[in-house]
């Protein structure tokens, strides 16, 4: 089944039509859900280019689902290129590889967020249904909103991230470029001890983000070694480097961390924020955080606009 871009539009009438095409995959910006669900894939050995293009085909009507789910599905580099017109590959597509981080690459990613977490679960089960004659599922994890978006460190989370019209601009590849309409994602599930980061009092706490708790204020000045003294970071023009966030808690009382999601039309950004948590950069100073949580994932996915998807017409 095909799907024309309009239909595509008709299923989400909600975001932006007057946007410069390509369009994005509307998913990444819809804003204000509950409920979270990370679902990442591999390729099973043998199947072939057609068969994978057809599965990922049969995900677009799915943009659709009648439980208001929001769908947004990414490829690793290798999965990407087998399935991709030329035109549609960015440059710099790679799977992660970030010096001394966990890297887990995975072929497929897909994304499903709403307000109605069983709506969600059946748009999840579905979504390996129909890609499960090309693909397994690896792992899964189900993200929830806390409190007023905070991480569950208590700081709230996202107060810096572009608006939705700058957000389109620092996610999306430009018209023209390779991969026009598309994204580049980080995905990184991390886990906090928050016993530790418990046991400091609440100024310390503020230290270690660079914000106020209570009232999400930023510290002035920023502490060197903050979260935000590490990655708030200026590029060569002296602009300060944006990407849009997309995180949310996870987990239960056990094991529990941030779903780290990131947005960018160019992957190095995020790549040069995560330099300067690990203390990887020429100053040496690493970030705080990471002595209360530690990332036990990462993959880089490309997120195509919807039209570079198998099956849609434009
Ligand atoms: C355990 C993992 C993480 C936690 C708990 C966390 C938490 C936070 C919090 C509380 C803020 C301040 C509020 C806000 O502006 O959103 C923030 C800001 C930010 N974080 Fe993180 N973060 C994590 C990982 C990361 C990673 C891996 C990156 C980049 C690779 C990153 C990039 C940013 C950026 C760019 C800002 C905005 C800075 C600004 O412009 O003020 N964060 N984060």
Known sequence: MAFSLAEVWAFHGQIRKDHAMPTPQPGIFAQGTLHHRHLELDLIQGVDDAALGSAVESLVELFAHPGGVNLVVGFGAEAW??????????????????????????????????????????????????????????????????????????????TENPGLDEAFEVAIIADG???????????????????????????EQESVIGRTKLTDEELDPRPATSHLGRVVVEDEEGEEMEIY????????????????????????????????????????????????????SGANYFVPAVGSLPGVTS
Do not use: K
């Open 81 to 158: 290129r087998r399935i991709a017109d030329p035109e549609d590959i960015p440059d710099g597509l790679a799977p992660f590889d970030v010096a001394g981080l966990a890297s887990t690459q995975h072929d497929i990613w897909v994304w499903l967020h709403g307000n109605d977490a069983g709506g969600l679960f059946d748009a999840a089960y579905e979504v390996v249904h129909r890609l499960s004659p090309v693909a397994s599922l690896a792992s899964e994890t189900a993200g929830f909103a806390y409190h007023d978006s905070r991480d569950l460190s208590g700081f709230v989370d996202g």
């Open 245 to 296: 966030r997309r995180s949310v808690p996870y987990g239960g009382v056990g094991e529990h961390g941030l779903f780290f999601l990131a947005f960018s039309s160019d992957p190095q950004r995020v790549r040069v924020m995560l330099e300067r948590m690990f203390g990887q950069t020429d100053d040496g100073l690493a970030d705080r955080l990471t002595e209360f949580s530690t990332p036990v």
């Open 177 to 203: 470029e390779p991969g026009a309409g598309g994204s580049f994602a980080l995905a990184q599930r991390w886990v906090h001890d928050l016993a530790a980061f418990g046991s400091l009092d609440v100024a």
